[in-house]
């Protein structure tokens, strides 16, 4: 038995397909999905990352930088519902990174502390997700 993930943003569904697990960051922490794992729902933290493992042996794992959004799991069902994300392997990473320093700048002393800019998190999700150390 496996997991059927979605996930979804306004403009439309960024993957979709079965999957072995799934790991997601909300705001009560790192969340792993398995089969018939009990119903939930919790709030993408802003600026993470989402770990999907597809079902197939062989194939690569799936990230995806988020912006926030929510998550939900019943019936061996997943639905990721982001407000913005991106494949890391759709992520162009010199623009992500002229990005993130741009962000780095404009924050000043706040960015890496704990009230680090939204913009920032996300672009750091980015190349995260497209596998680049930040």
């Known amino acids: 038995m496996t997991l059927h993930v979605a996930l979804v943003e306004p403009e ?3 993957w979709s397909g079965e999957a072995e697990m799934v790991i997601a960051r909300t705001l ?3 969340i792993g999905l398995l089969t018939n794992h ?3 729902i919790g709030v993408l933290a802003e600026g993470s ?3 999907i493992r597809p079902e197939q042996q062989g194939q ?3 990230f ?3 912006t926030g959004g929510f998550l939900s799991m019943a019936d061996n069902r997943v639905s990721i519902l982001a407000r913005e994300s991106q494949l890391g392997t759709d992520v ?3 623009v992500a990174q002229a ?3 741009r962000a780095l700048e404009a924050a000043g002393p706040a960015a890496g502390g704990p009230e680090e800019p939204a913009d920032v998190r996300y672009y750091r999700a980015l190349l995260s997700a497209a596998g680049q150390a930040n």
Do not use: N, R, S
């Open 64 to 66: 995806a930088a988020v």
């Open 60 to 62: 690569p794992d799936v």
């Open 92 to 94: 162009d990473v010199a």
């Open 12 to 14: 439309g569904e960024v």
């Open 99 to 101: 990005e993130l320093d």
């Open 38 to 40: 009990a119903p939930v």
């Open 49 to 51: 990352t989402v770990q």
């Open 28 to 30: 009560d922490g790192e």
